[in-house]
């Protein structure tokens, strides 16, 4: 259900800033951008008469209902008021007040792609002392933190993906590059490489490296492993079964197309157009269509990597240009200041940043594309531009 707020709930909220630790100056820090408090939504957006309430169930076996929309720092009695001002809440009992939270953060830009502190070896921070929101952020950063503990107790290498391999690589790289200002939350428009970090892939992308980091079971381990070989086989199949312009199944075909054939085409070729899915062709083809959750799963995949090819390959020419840069170590212990060219402005920000990679170096804010030259240049004279992450 949706509940709205309306003149009365905002002249409560307004009469109450002055009681809101938010409006006092108790609480200083940022909040998160995409989800203000109702305070802040009456505050900010004073031209709106009314805003919307979510009512979400907390769950299958309470009557507790979370009014999504209007998170709160106001005291306990403005809050009783101003809830039960919206139409349907007249009665309503709250059994958990509203309340804000301001908590210290540890500077991402001096952890490493690992979530090691840099100055404590063993100390790994994820989650939400790192900037971040909660939820999937702080997840993910569990996620990656812990594995890497795990490899550092066994004297492994740590690992960290790359911008192109996982969200997780792209937040990560973000944080320890750039900082934040407030609380950090991911999307896919932080992503320059989204074609390639599809839902559909995911498995195919990191899988096998979860394997290796002793993160994937062997029941997941074996479903990955059918999926992947069906959809090698399958994607050979459609490459090497052709369509000829007068068979049967193009003249069903044409019935399909704007334009009929005009010469042989292989299901592969076919399956790019915008007209025609692989159900479709399976249909024309008369073959079987996969009914299990698995095979669905697969098809999906294989449709979209036709459907987009064209727009996949040049990314992924990007992602090996970018690559050269990105697996190419600065180490540790590099002295900046020893690097002949630079400005003093960014010899001080490639410091103060302490980049891991050259790739790194070029996404530092202020860092040009003739320092990373210089940069390079140094590392070669050095004899340590030859040095990759694995």
Same mark, same amino acid.
């Given at each position: 259900?949706?509940? =709205? @707020?309306?003149?009365?709930?905002?002249?409560?909220? *307004?009469?109450?800033?002055?009681?809101?630790?938010?409006?006092?100056?108790?609480?200083?820090?940022?909040?998160?951008?995409?989800?203000?408090?109702?305070?802040?939504?009456?505050?900010?957006?004073?031209?709106?008469?009314?805003?919307?309430?979510?009512?979400e169930p907390e769950g299958l076996r309470t009557h507790?209902?979370?009014?999504?929309?209007?998170?709160?720092?106001?005291?306990?009695?403005?809050?009783?008021?101003?809830? %039960?001002?919206?139409?349907?809440?007249?009665?309503?009992?709250?059994?958990?007040?509203? =309340?804000?939270?301001?908590?210290?953060? $540890?500077?991402?830009?001096?952890?490493?792609?690992?979530?090691?502190? %840099?100055?404590?070896?063993?100390?790994?921070?994820?989650?939400?002392?790192?900037?971040?929101?909660? &939820?999937?952020?702080?997840?993910?950063?569990?996620?990656?933190?812990?594995?890497?503990?795990?490899?550092?107790?066994?004297?492994?290498?740590? !690992?960290?993906?790359?911008?192109?391999?996982?969200?997780?690589?792209?937040?990560?790289?973000?944080?320890?590059?750039?900082?934040?200002?407030?609380? &950090?939350?991911? $999307?896919?428009? *932080?992503?320059?490489?989204?074609? @390639? +970090?599809?839902?559909?892939?995911?498995?195919?992308?990191?899988?096998?490296?979860? *394997?290796?980091?002793?993160?994937?079971?062997?029941?997941? !381990?074996?479903?990955?492993?059918?999926?992947?070989? !069906?959809?090698?086989?399958?994607?050979?199949?459609?490459?090497?079964? !052709?369509?000829?312009?007068?068979?049967?199944?193009?003249?069903?075909?044409?019935? *399909?197309?704007?334009?009929?054939?005009?010469?042989?085409?292989?299901?592969?070729?076919?399956?790019?157009?915008?007209?025609?899915? =692989?159900?479709?062709?399976?249909?024309?083809?008369?073959?079987?269509?996969?009914?299990?959750?698995?095979?669905?799963?697969?098809?999906?995949?294989?449709?979209?990597?036709?459907? &987009?090819?064209?727009?996949?390959?040049?990314?992924?020419?990007?992602?090996?240009?970018?690559?050269? &840069?990105e697996t190419s170590l600065i180490p540790g212990d $590099?002295? $900046?200041?020893?690097?002949?060219? +630079?400005?003093?402005?960014?010899?001080?920000?490639?410091?103060?940043?302490?980049?891991?990679?050259?790739?790194?170096?070029?996404?530092?804010?202020?860092?040009?594309?003739?320092?990373?030259?210089?940069? +390079?240049?140094?590392?070669?004279?050095?004899?340590?531009?030859?040095?990759?992450?694995?």
């Open positions: 259900h949706i509940a =709205y @707020t309306h003149q009365q709930t905002h002249e409560i909220i *307004r009469e109450g800033l002055d009681r809101s630790p938010m409006y006092t100056g108790v609480i200083e820090g940022i909040g998160p951008r995409y989800c203000p408090s109702i305070e802040d939504k009456i505050h900010r957006f004073a031209d709106k008469s009314s805003h919307q309430v979510f009512i507790e209902l979370y009014p999504n929309g209007i998170s709160t720092s106001l005291p306990f009695d403005i809050q009783m008021r101003f809830i %039960r001002s919206i139409d349907g809440f007249a009665n309503a009992h709250v059994t958990r007040p509203g =309340y804000a939270i301001e908590y210290d953060f $540890f500077d991402p830009r001096d952890l490493k792609p690992s979530l090691e502190t %840099r100055f404590i070896q063993g100390l790994f921070f994820c989650g939400q002392i790192n900037g971040t929101t909660g &939820y999937e952020e702080a997840a993910a950063q569990g996620l990656l933190a812990g594995a890497n503990a795990a490899l550092q107790v066994q004297d492994k290498p740590a !690992w960290s993906p790359r911008r192109d391999q996982a969200y997780i690589g792209v937040m990560v790289d973000d944080l320890i590059t750039h900082g934040t200002q407030e609380p &950090y939350r991911m $999307f896919t428009s *932080r992503a320059e490489y989204r074609l @390639t +970090l599809r839902q559909d892939n995911a498995d195919t992308r990191l899988t096998e490296m979860g *394997r290796e980091l002793g993160l994937i079971d062997e029941a997941r !381990w074996q479903h990955f492993c059918e999926k992947r070989e !069906w959809v090698e086989k399958e994607s050979a199949r459609l490459s090497s079964t !052709w369509i000829q312009p007068q068979s049967t199944a193009a003249q069903k075909l044409n019935q *399909r197309l704007e334009k009929p054939l005009s010469h042989e085409y292989n299901l592969a070729e076919l399956l790019k157009r915008p007209e025609l899915d =692989y159900a479709i062709l399976c249909e024309i083809n008369e073959q079987p269509l996969p009914s299990s959750e698995l095979h669905s799963q697969a098809v999906e995949q294989i449709e979209i990597q036709a459907k &987009y090819a064209g727009y996949i390959d040049r990314q992924q020419q990007d992602i090996d240009k970018q690559l050269r &840069y $590099f002295d $900046f200041n020893q690097v002949k060219g +630079l400005s003093n402005e960014v010899r001080q920000k490639l410091v103060d940043g302490q980049p891991g990679t050259i790739g790194q170096a070029g996404r530092i804010p202020g860092v040009t594309p003739a320092a990373v030259s210089l940069l +390079l240049v140094h590392l070669k004279k050095l004899g340590l531009l030859g040095k990759k992450i694995a």
